[in-house]
């Protein structure tokens, strides 16, 4: 089945500590997205890619790396100069809007938890 | 800048009673509307979407979508509550060429 693999569901990191988060898709889409979820705030975007070896920041994208060196892959690295890991990352991936199927699919998440 | 508002954080209606939930959105032009649910734990499943044409639009689980320009609203309703509904519902909107762009959510209870 297509689909958006994220993984590990659930991750411990130590502070001081860079952590990368994995996210595969087998949809063929071109965009693919990260977004952290805290509770009450919503979504909200740290990096996005519409193209392979292109990403855009988002919104919160201080103390996040990613790359998009092959377009089934988008990991996100935390590292230590994020002030607050502590979340819940979601990964998602759309067609083009050129498409007319801008909608995401979301993967089922990763929450992290520094210790 | 494009923004989307849930009005409530918090609803409770009881099973079998109609709902509705509030959207409203900040855009010049009519954006791509979208309105999503996640169970606790989980990834987010898209509901339903709208996109052009009908602005009543039906989705999966017996939810549908009404969009009005004149109130820049995107209100998502059910005729019956099931228990099975207990979960956050995020309206989101994507204008133009851009990412989603998220309310903030509204978590919704389901009592008996």
């Known amino acids: 089945d297509g689909g958006i693999t994220q993984s590990p569901k659930y991750l411990f990191r130590k502070e001081g500590q860079n952590v990368t988060l994995s996210c595969e898709q087998n949809?063929?889409?071109?965009?693919m997205y990260w977004y952290r979820q805290d509770p009450g705030q919503g979504l909200r975007l740290i990096y996005y890619s519409q193209i392979v070896n292109d990403f855009q920041k988002g919104d919160i994208a201080e103390g996040y790396s990613v790359s998009r060196e092959k377009k089934e892959s988008f990991p996100l690295t935390v590292t230590s100069a994020q002030k607050n890991p502590t979340a819940f990352y979601l990964c998602a991936s759309s067609a083009p809007v050129a498409g007319l199927k801008p909608e995401a699919f979301f993967g089922q998440g990763t929450r992290l938890t520094v210790v | 800048a494009q923004s989307v508002t849930q009005p409530d954080i918090h609803i409770t209606v009881s099973e079998g009673a109609s709902l509705e939930l509030r959207c409203n959105y900040s855009?010049?032009?009519?954006?791509?509307l979208f309105w999503y649910v996640q169970s606790p734990g989980q990834g987010l499943q898209l509901l339903l979407k709208y996109f052009s044409g009908d602005t009543l639009v039906q989705g999966i689980k017996g939810f549908e979508a009404e969009f009005k320009r004149s109130q820049s609203s995107f209100n998502l309703r059910k005729p019956s509550v099931h228990w099975s509904d207990a979960a956050e519902y995020f309206c989101?909107?994507?204008?133009?060429?851009?990412?989603?762009?998220f309310g903030k959510g509204t978590r919704l209870s389901v009592i008996a």
């Open positions: 949809l063929n889409h071109d965009a």
């Open positions: 855009y010049g032009a009519t954006p791509y």
């Open positions: 989101a909107v994507v204008p133009g060429n851009t990412p989603l762009v």
